[in-house]
């Protein structure tokens, strides 16, 4: 069983005041793709020449420019930023202008309140846009990119990631993401680089709403400060943090929650729900007997449960345009 | 012209038991047993009452070479 029961990690702290997030249907940002698209990168994202992507399931955004991203010839005197410090902010001016024309765009504000509010204007921080609000991003770094074929630089690479201000402060929101690419412009004018990819993990939210702690006495390692400055029991390499969670690409998600993230070493990351709303499924997995045991663990909600398991067997398939699924003999190696 | 495979995702009810726990929170359990040739299990729960969903993925150990689609495909072989 996984160190994430509640009985591994008791301990006392103070009551915290939580907020929650209502997200953007998925459904509303598609039907109004259209404009979305030229919010974030005018007329020309319509052009043959770029794709835009919006993730049915998710509503992330998958953008590039098919000729100017990874650039099939090579060119010495590709005009770039010249550094980091310049991709950075012409990233940030990116974004903090598409944020703007979201916001300040009231046909496309009319449209979500009338679906998400019933009318009622959405004000900042809960504008519609697809961008976050540019005080919500935290630069993870810039890196230059070199083209595999011919070595020369392509494009800088500009990480973001999203960290909410609510009443407690800037809480991460974990596996969130903006990644920009900033490549060469062949339009000219005074700006000679321009967004040429562009991918997000993000879900726009519009509403907070408070929620109850989920473990009202529990949630953290024990720390005792008097000990810990006498040298004593103290978990260098652990520590928990209040953060939100996105679900992955493929999973619906209706609400932003906060979990009780632990992160120990380098690489594990545990998590607790920090509320009542805040579901969190823990997967183990036991092989005996040539079957798979799968356990699973489920923490938080009201206990008013559907649920179902889903799984695939790479042996009952069907072929694309045909009805019923064929069962085929393992093939042996 | 090579073939397109669409892997069929097989369904069945979760039943989630509920632990006893010291403290007043909601912990359950649900238990599935597949077949060793499955390649990927997804558990959803969704909360009626406070309208959430989550799901879970994990991919289980297979070898990719005894997948039938994971090598090129010509129609004769299809046809098999």
Known sequence: MSGN?????????????????????????IQNQTLIREQLFGGGASSPEVSFEI?????????????????????????????????????????????????????????????????KPLAYPFSFSMIPPPRWLKHAGTYLVRNDKHEQPDH???????????????????????????????????????????????????????????LPDTGQPEHDPAEEQ??????????????????????????LLPYEATVSGEHHLSVLPASKHSLWVELNV???????KVQALLMGGSGNYQAHWGFWDPYVYKLVGQKDAKKKKPIKG | MREQFSLKQNRRAAVLIKLETELDVQVYVAELEVDEGVQEVVL????????????????????????????PLSNERTKD
């Open chain 1, 5 to 29: 029961h509640p009985h591994s990690s008791a301990a006392r702290r103070p009551t915290l005041n939580l907020s929650a997030f209502k997200i953007v249907p998925v459904k509303l940002i």
């Open chain 1, 55 to 119: 993730n049915a399931v998710s509503g992330y955004v998958s953008y590039r420019h098919r000729k100017k991203l990874y650039r099939e010839g090579e060119r010495k005197t590709l005009a770039l930023p010249p550094t980091e410090e310049a991709a950075t902010l012409a990233a940030k001016t990116f974004l903090s202008e598409r944020y703007q024309a979201f916001a300040t765009n009231q046909l496309l504000q009319q449209t979500f309140a009338n679906a998400l509010t019933k009318g």
């Open chain 1, 156 to 214: 800088w690479l500009c990480k973001f990631q999203v960290e909410i201000e609510t009443a407690g402060g800037k809480l991460p929101v974990l596996n969130s993401s903006l990644d920009l690419r900033i490549g060469e412009s062949g339009g000219g004018g005074a700006l000679n680089y321009e967004v040429i990819g562009f991918q997000s993990r993000w879900r726009p939210i519009y509403e907070s709403y408070r929620v109850e702690q989920f």
């Open chain 1, 230 to 255: 006498n040298g004593g029991h103290v978990h260098l390499d652990e520590f928990t943090l209040l953060s939100y969670l996105l679900a992955d690409e493929k999973v619906p998600q209706f609400n």
């Open chain 1, 286 to 292: 036991r092989k005996a007997n040539g079957k798979y």
């Open chain 2, 44 to 71: 959803h729960v969704f909360d009626e009452t406070l309208q959430n969903f989550v799901a879970k993925r994990i991919a289980l150990n297979i070898h990719a070479t005894e997948m039938p689609f994971a090598r």
